[in-house]
Each structure stands twice: as structure tokens, then as C-alpha cells.
């Protein structure tokens, strides 16, 4: 077996065959827990919003409205324009979880998973693993429909494939630092059950033919099935 340090605090693991593994042990590696201490802060948030009481006087709250917990599980499409070799697509799942602050403001929890079972015809597979919470925003809500934006914080463990300039297959990893961006539209098909489209621009990061890494622009579209814990009046 045959070890490379090329630069930095990357390390290569090779095998000699014209290929060689690459883990990104980058400094956002090390501080890694940060992400996740913001997870649990915004699932203690979810949580708080579910059993708050309700019967405390608060002013007029919007029709249609009222603070519950809501939670599911969808299919996701992901579009990701890899460095150095262009789009490859991947189908996956999305688990998410969301919680009222008030009629126009949420908090939401989402962990995603998709993956390319042959990535660029490599017989190797990629996948993207997102772990991100943040605030969602309702500029229309009504009884049956609701619009709404959302800017998500967290990580991304991302695996795949990469080529060298001189043609050499590079595998790995690479976990750091991910946000996304979007807007959705949920229709309510029965008091306790609703669909949630959605549309996100997703900032992960990967490395390049240099074996560097960079930041990766993606695009996911997803729609969800989500359950309303709870009472919305």
C-alpha cells in the first residue's frame, strides 16, 4: 500500500493500480460538532413549539394556524455539477420536521440522502448526505395552501469520484460545511395530511482534479408527504 501527503492536511491512500483513495481531513472535519450542536438546538426548538401550551392568550393568530409539530418523508432528485467534470444526477430521500414560532415563521430540521449508483460510468457510486435546520418563512398561508422560503444551515458528507488531469481515478470523501436555499408550496389534502413540493439551490463541496477541494453547486427538487402532529384549527 502506498501513501501520498501531497499538501495541507490532506491525506491520499493508493493502491498502485491507477486509482487511489482520498479522505478529506480538512479543519472542518475537526470542528465537525458544530453543526450538529445547531441540530439539536433546533430539534429542542421543535420540540418546545409542540408542547407549549395553547390556550395562552397571544392577540389574533391568523386563520388556518395554529403552533404544531409536522413531520415526514419524501423523494428527492438532486442535480449536482461535480469540479472538474460536470452534472450527474441522483435520486434519494428526504426526512424533515417542522414547527411554528407564529403564523408567518417556522423552524425546520431536514436530513437528506441521494446517490448515483455508477457515477460518470466508473461503475463506482456518489452519494450526498445533508444534515441542515434552520428558519422557514410563510408570506401566504391559508387554510388549505400555504407558500413559503427557507435558508438552511449544516453539513454535507459527500462520496464519489473524481479524475486526475493525467487520467488516474480518484475516490473519496469529503464532510464540511453546506447551506441551502429555496422556496416550496404545501397543499393540505386532509386535516392531517398535506404534500410539499419544493425547489433548493444546495452549496456542498468536493474535491477537483487537483485534489482540492472546492465548493459544489446543486440543485433538488423534492416532494414530501408530511403528518401533522397535532390540532391546526
Do not use: H
Request: net charge positive.
Amino acid at each position: 500500500m502506498i501513501y501520498f501527503q501531497p499538501s495541507g492536511d490532506r491525506f491520499l491512500d493508493g493502491d498502485g493500480k491507477g486509482s487511489y483513495e482520498c479522505v478529506a481531513w480538512t479543519r472542518e472535519a475537526r470542528s465537525g460538532r458544530r453543526p450538529m450542536r445547531t441540530m439539536l438546538k433546533l430539534w429542542l426548538l421543535l420540540v418546545t413549539l409542540g408542547l407549549a401550551p395553547q390556550g395562552r392568550a397571544q392577540g389574533p393568530v391568523l386563520a388556518g394556524v395554529a403552533p404544531v409539530l409536522e413531520g415526514g418523508i419524501g423523494f428527492s432528485y438532486v442535480k449536482s455539477d461535480v469540479p472538474s467534470q460536470g452534472n450527474m444526477a441522483m435520486n434519494g430521500v428526504l426526512v424533515s420536521g417542522r414547527g411554528d414560532v407564529n403564523a408567518y415563521l417556522g423552524a425546520k430540521l431536514e436530513v437528506g440522502y441521494s446517490r448515483s449508483f455508477d457515477a460518470f460510468q466508473t461503475g463506482r457510486r456518489a452519494d450526498i448526505l445533508t444534515y441542515m435546520g434552520g428558519p422557514v418563512f410563510y408570506p401566504v398561508r391559508r387554510r388549505k395552501f400555504s407558500i413559503y422560503a427557507q435558508v438552511l444551515l449544516g453539513g454535507a458528507r459527500e462520496t464519489g469520484v473524481n479524475f486526475e488531469s493525467n487520467g488516474t481515478l480518484v475516490r473519496g470523501f469529503v464532510n464540511r460545511f453546506a447551506w441551502a436555499g429555496g422556496a416550496g408550496f404545501q397543499y393540505r389534502i386532509s386535516p392531517a395530511l398535506s404534500l410539499w413540493p419544493e425547489l433548493e439551490y444546495l452549496r456542498t463541496s468536493f474535491f477537483n482534479a487537483n485534489v482540492a477541494t472546492q465548493g459544489q453547486p446543486n440543485l433538488r427538487t423534492s416532494l414530501s408527504l408530511m403528518y401533522t402532529f397535532g390540532r391546526r384549527e
